[in-house]
């Protein structure tokens, strides 16, 4: 689902039938509506589904060789928070993260940030007994994640981590408060608004025509390489950031360059990746790894790449040394424009 996920961003088309358009327009102006009015979205509430996190940790249930993440009805929701020794009250730092197509509103809510508990209240381990899962971090659980919950979890957990990160008002320090929906935050001296936010992030795959370039960086799980990324700066467009990236990291000058599609990312920090295949000139070859950034970086020919790509998951730890590297995961859009790379290039190897 992942890549089916990032190809339907990539080549979006509106929906044929007159059905289709109508149940995806009535939806996005239910989230609208539940945005913009405490009341309605209140009302959501009580016959709404919870994802329950701990210190931004989802809870996860074992299913299989993959993780579930289990709504809880109000109702069920009240009954735990009770045994847990926390007020009903709580519900009210849950956020918005989506409804189905039937107006079931689904919410997030942290049993473990800004926690107003006092002495009676229970261990997170107390919590997981009774919850029956974990609270698992989510760069430990993101590759067991089950496909349907992966892009409500990371919403789910951006969307906290921002409120938590917001409290205050960044002009007159008094705290803000968060509307029902959780889709804003307003200072009530200042006036100001806040809006949850992302940081823009390009990520580009360069080819010189029949090699493609990967690095790594020393932070990367080992033997992993990656396309190049970096944040966009303030004032600059896509191309510029995806130019200078370029130049910054390994020294080379791009020469065109196409947008490929976009996922967020909530490492570090909610992030938008914006993918891009770039091409640098047949003069433009020669590497110059920017220490600072990367910890290497080559060039990669076709039959290294599909071979990297065919291989599932990480090396285990008795193949480690003896493969060359391996690739991002299928979850990661760096996977989808490495593999977009290679259809391309096969099929250009082909008709040569
Ligand atoms: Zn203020």
Request: contains cysteine; negative net charge; hydrophobic residues 40%.
């Amino acid at each position: 689902m992942s890549l089916s996920l990032f190809w339907r961003a990539a080549s979006w088309k509106a929906p044929q039938a007159c059905r289709q358009v109508s149940t995806y327009v009535t939806k996005m102006r239910y989230l609208f509506e539940l945005k913009e009015d405490d009341d309605v979205c209140r009302k959501a509430q009580s016959s709404g589904m919870f994802y329950l996190f701990h210190s931004l940790a989802p809870l996860l249930q074992m299913s299989g060789n993959r993780y579930l993440a289990p709504p809880f009805r109000a109702s069920e929701l009240e009954r735990l928070l009770s045994k847990f020794g926390q007020d009903a009250q709580m519900i009210e730092h849950s956020v918005l993260i989506g409804c189905s197509d039937q107006r079931e509103a689904w919410f997030a809510l942290d049993l473990g940030l800004g926690n107003l508990c006092s002495s009676g209240c229970l261990q997170k381990s107390e919590m997981e007994t009774e919850l029956q899962g974990s609270f698992i971090e989510l760069r430990k659980a993101l590759f067991q994640l089950n496909e349907k919950d992966i892009s409500l979890i990371f919403t789910a957990q951006a969307l906290l981590r921002w409120h938590d990160c917001h409290q205050f008002c960044g002009k007159s320090g008094h705290p803000t408060q968060k509307n029902v929906a959780g889709s804003k935050r307003v200072c009530p001296s200042s006036k100001m608004i806040y809006y949850p936010q992302m940081s823009p992030v390009v990520i580009t795959l360069v080819s010189d025509g029949t090699r493609c370039l990967l690095a790594r960086q020393s932070s990367f799980p080992k033997g992993m390489y990656s396309a190049l990324a970096g944040f966009c700066d303030v004032g600059e467009t896509l191309e510029e950031a995806v130019r200078r990236e370029v130049a910054e990291e390994v020294g080379l000058e791009v020469d065109s360059l196409q947008y490929s599609a976009s996922q967020h990312w909530p490492f570090p920090n909610n992030s938008l990746m914006m993918a891009c295949h770039a091409t640098v000139g047949p003069g433009q070859t020669e590497i110059h790894v920017n220490s600072q950034e990367l910890e290497s970086a080559g060039w990669f020919s076709l039959e290294e790449v599909a071979t990297a790509l065919r291989r599932k998951g990480s090396p285990s730890s008795e193949q480690d040394g003896a493969l060359p590297f391996w690739l991002p995961p299928k979850v990661a859009i760096a996977h989808q424009l490495i593999w977009e790379w290679v259809q391309k290039q096969s099929s250009s190897s082909n008709l040569a």
